[in-house]
């Protein structure tokens, strides 16, 4: 087993790791350190977040650049700001016997004019997201002559979040670039096209298989009825008293309504999304990750990236539609070495997608029972009872007020005394859970997945395309109108399943679905037509009544 001073990192930096607490090097940091440091010029590292590759090339870039020349030596590129300022606090940490290093992150949404006053201070290491490196670029704010390390970090991500031109870009103007690492969770033709172009045979280092989840999680689903989601959601929460866990939606909207919603119940959560300000984003950031928040609740984009230690579970409020989503998403917890569980909370029209989901994966997933309100109790109960056995009793003058407490519990047995002291933590929870209906969903029988069929990437859960006896002007079908457009946070495949949810239809009755921002129209069986309607007309949605009718008859 190899250990970090054997992969040829100088005195200040073995320091500075040990007093991390790291004693070994991850896979990736034992793979990539040594050819870095020894000069290999081009690398691509194939690997997941939460692997340590923001050490498996800090740490070598640290050791190379020049730390007496006070000019931009090397960039590392990554998608968001969150990233951003993570791999800079880690930078920090690594270069803590390095008093002459200068690191500096520059970002969208924060004062430019600080960032090019912060520049101007000289720094050896940048951190950018692409758009604010190319104004920076633009207004010759940055000075890249000089740069000689280029790093793509989830460059992956980058690309799927439209960046492919300004990386191109950035690539393109730094003409002293001597070597070029990229890191991506996934290898799709695009990143093998920009490896192709940009840099010289570069060296592969694969960790894990592509698309492979963590083999720390454990993935497990429950599956219940759509309207149930929100019920279940509490009760899985409740069923972890002490979780500290990312919840992810679909929609903004939901983000925000949910954590409303439990937050009004008692709970401890709070949304991030892109509907907040860079301010708001930030705050609950800081809340999460000292953890005076147990819980984040957050769509795709705004947790992309994020490193929070100590996740003890992420939850799927909903399944993701592509499988790296769910890579991504269940990435949260089980990192560095640290085990998590990824619960999911699916229709049981979900099942054959999760199923997919797994193959891809090649874990398995674990189905398991919504817990009954029952369980929960007997489960918050021991949470109850451990947290007072722990209670810390050594400060504080208890002593002094013991003899007055056992003059007026004089004749109240222990046990009662226990049952009152329990009554105050527990009275609405019990009576919360009292009656509390099984929200299982009985799957008859689940029917096998394919044992052969396509490996690579597969749009789950896309609307199919459909079929010919649903094309318009067939007299079995009819066209529904409804107010519920692209606006309300919805795309196509989110559409279908929740009107499918709302009416407890299968996807079959359905053909074309017609999405514009304010209004859709929905193809739909005949017979089917009325139950849709009745199901979803006339409803809430997000706090608005949704109308749903006969698109001929309006
Ligand atoms: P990353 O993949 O860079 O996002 O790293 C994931 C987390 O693992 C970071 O929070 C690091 O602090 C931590 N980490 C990185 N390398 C090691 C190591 N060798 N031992 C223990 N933890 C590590």
Redo the contacts with the bound molecule.
């Keep these: 087993m190899s250990t970090?001073e054997g992969l040829g990192l100088q005195e200040n930096l073995l320091k500075a790791?040990t007093s991390?607490?790291?004693?070994?090097?991850?896979p990736?940091?034992e793979k990539a350190i040594p050819v870095l440091l020894s000069g290999t010029k081009d690398l691509v590292g194939l690997?997941?977040?939460?692997?340590?590759?923001?050490?498996?090339f800090?740490l070598p870039l640290l050791q190379l650049l020049k730390a007496e020349q006070r000019f931009p030596q090397a960039l590392i590129v990554c998608p968001t700001r969150e990233l951003c300022m993570?791999?800079v606090s880690?930078l920090e940490?690594f270069k803590k016997y390095m008093a002459a290093v200068q690191v500096l992150a520059v970002y969208g949404g924060a004062s430019i004019g600080m960032q090019i006053r912060d520049l101007r201070r000289g720094v050896q290491i940048v951190v950018a997201t692409p758009g604010r490196l190319i104004d920076l670029i633009e207004r010759k704010a940055i000075n890249l002559e000089e740069i000689k390390y280029v790093v793509l970090d989830e460059a992956d991500e980058m690309l799927n979040m439209g960046f492919q031109d300004d990386i191109e870009f950035i690539l393109q103007n730094t003409p002293k670039r001597d070597a070029t690492w990229l890191f991506s969770a996934t290898m799709p033709a695009e990143i093998k096209r920009v490896s192709r172009k940009y840099m010289k045979d570069p060296m592969e280092i694969t960790v894990g298989t592509k698309n492979t989840a963590n083999k720390n999680i454990d993935h497990q689903f429950f599956v219940t009825n759509a309207h149930h989601r929100y019920e279940a959601l509490k009760r899985l929460i409740d069923f972890n008293p002490g979780i500290y866990g990312i919840i992810f939606t679909r929609t903004k909207a939901d983000a925000q309504n949910i954590s409303e919603k439990l937050t009004r119940e008692g709970y401890d959560i709070d949304a991030l999304h892109g509907d907040l300000t860079q301010q708001q984003r930030d705050k609950v950031m800081g809340e999460f990750r000292e953890k005076s928040l147990q819980l984040l609740i957050a769509t795709d984009v705004a947790a992309r990236g994020i490193?929070v230690?100590g996740i003890t579970h992420v939850i799927n409020y909903e399944l993701p539609d592509d499988v790296e989503i769910y890579t991504h998403r269940s990435g949260r917890t089980g990192?560095?070495?640290n085990t998590g569980v990824c619960l999911s909370i699916i229709h049981s029209r979900e099942i054959g997608k999760l199923r997919q989901i797994e193959r891809i994966v090649q874990v398995p997933f674990h189905k398991v029972e919504v817990p009954t309100g029952k369980d929960v109790c007997r489960k918050q109960f021991f949470h109850f009872m451990d947290k007072l056995l722990n209670a810390d009793i050594s400060h504080g003058d208890y002593e002094s007020y013991v003899p007055m407490m056992e003059e007026k519990f004089a004749d109240v047995s222990k046990e009662d005394v226990l049952k009152r002291v329990a009554a105050q933590e527990f009275t609405r929870f019990l009576k919360y859970y009292e009656n509390a209906e099984d929200l299982n969903v009985r799957v008859q029988r689940e029917r096998e997945a394919p044992s052969r069929g396509p490996r690579e990437r597969i749009p789950i859960g896309a609307v199919r395309s459909p079929r010919p006896s649903f094309s318009p002007g067939n007299g079995d079908f009819v066209k529904l109108f409804v107010n519920l457009g692209t606006k309300d946070g919805f795309y196509k495949a989110s559409f279908l399943q929740f009107v499918l949810d709302m009416s407890d239809l299968r996807k079959d009755v359905l053909g074309k679905i017609d999405m514009k921002e304010m209004n859709s129209w929905i193809e739909i069986d005949r017979k089917s037509a009325p139950q849709m309607i009745r199901a979803i007309d006339g409803k809430n949605y997000k706090g608005r009544r949704i109308r749903m009718n006969d698109a001929n008859t309006r």
């Design positions: 970090f790791i991390l607490g790291y004693t070994q090097p991850t990736i940091q690997a997941q977040t939460g692997t340590g590759k923001t050490a498996a800090g993570q791999i880690e940490l490193d230690q990192r560095a070495g």
